[in-house]
């Protein structure tokens, strides 16, 4: 089983800029930003992977589900997108 990420918050945000990114200073607008981009992202994946589940008639959202509604909102379909 994966083991669950820690919740984004906008501290979070602030240390992935500086301790991955190498950003020296980042400001508020940038992690508030952020974070609502990553909440619209993580809602519009989970919503294609649940149409993806129900349209091969299972309950359970698997995790290829979610690889492939990545894939579409992030427009990178194997097949070229939309």
Do not use: C, H, Q
Request: aromatic share 4%.
């Amino acid at each position: 089983m994966v083991d669950d990420p820690p919740t984004l918050t906008k501290k979070r945000i602030e240390k992935i800029f500086e301790d991955r990114a190498g950003a020296k200073r980042v400001s508020k607008e940038a992690k508030k930003r952020l974070l609502s981009i990553l909440n619209e992202l993580a809602y519009e994946i989970a919503l294609n992977s649940v149409k993806y589940s129900k349209n091969e008639g299972k309950k359970t959202v698997s995790g290829e589900n979610v690889r492939d509604a990545t894939r579409y909102v992030l427009g990178k379909e194997k097949d070229g997108g939309e």
